[in-house]
């Protein structure tokens, strides 16, 4: 019976990551993970506090039959029996495959769980949208603890961590899709004014203070493009601006508390609401975030990105950014 159980599990997993794989379902990893935690975590309690012992009173019996034969056969007056249970004892005690699938898999799976939903996540940054501070292909990690830890799966905070800073490149679900995670940075807190126009940003009627760098080589688009020095809170990062691009918002969606918004042919400036970001991507004329689709809700921050661990297609990438 309980081979036919945990094939019939094992099935449903491999039938849920296939069809995620062919696109047929939008798939969840964190849900994923948490689900095969609690299932091989059920299998590997009931192999430490009932199947394991079951084999092992068996086992014992083994034993226990053989001495008994052995002394049997003294009586008999045959001494010497060519009677060796070890092997027998072995597939006895040996953990059926049933089990070495589920139990056998549980100390390796809540590791990962532990470590990927209270501790640190691995990305890869999927487009330009963070050119020139991180690249396409680059793997980095990110700190789930720096803004509070959260539950799994649900992302509800229970602890209060450190609020994020303007400038602090963050990774969260992308509001209008949140089972997407998207990394940009933090332009605006709760409260603030935040205003683009002609492509210079103001917080709070504040112009940052910015500074020409040497023109960025897009080797991706073979082409040079315009790169800043930009003042951002206590960070000082790198960001790009297009010539060609227009300065004004083409084609923003309906998105919640758009009315704190106003467009123009110059930008747009946004009033950010309590509990709310406002982040952009240091690709500026080529990043889809805030100015296009809203404001991101606290409970859709994931963590803070902050280093990048491995671009196997440029190893000098690694080590950590602003």
Known sequence: MMQALTSVVLAAFVAYIGTWY???VEGNFALLLFLATVVTGIYWLGERFYFLPKRQEAAAALAAQAIKRNEELGKLGIAKVDTDVSEAQKSVLAQPWWLDWTAGLFPVIIAVFVLRSFMFEPFKIPS?????????????????????IRLPVINTKITNGTAPQ?????????????????????????????????????????????????????????????????????????????????AFVPGAEEFEFKKNCR????????????????????????????????????????????????????????????
């Open 22 to 24: 062919f696109g047929v």
């Open 166 to 246: 303007r400038g602090d490149v963050m990774v969260f679900r992308y509001p209008p899709k949140p089972s997407l995670d998207y990394i940009k940075r933090v332009v605006g807190l709760p409260g603030d004014e935040v205003a683009y126009l002609n492509k210079r940003l103001s917080i709070n009627g504040k112009a940052l203070e910015t500074s020409a760098l040497p023109e960025f080589f897009d080797a991706d688009q073979m082409r040079y493009f315009k790169q800043f020095e930009e003042n951002l809170g206590e960070h000082k990062h790198a960001l790009l601006n297009d010539d060609n691009r227009p």
């Open 128 to 148: 330009g949208s963070m050119i020139p501070t991180l690249l396409v292909g680059d793997l980095i990690l990110v700190n789930k603890f720096h803004y509070g």
């Open 263 to 322: 467009y123009s042919v110059e930008g747009v400036v946004c009033t950010v609401p309590q509990g709310h970001y406002f982040m952009m991507g240091d690709n500026r004329d080529n990043s889809l975030d805030s100015r296009f689709w809203g404001f991101v809700p606290d409970k859709n921050i994931v963590g803070k990105a902050f280093f990048v661990w491995m671009n196997f297609g440029n190893i000098k990438r690694i080590g950590s950014f602003n």
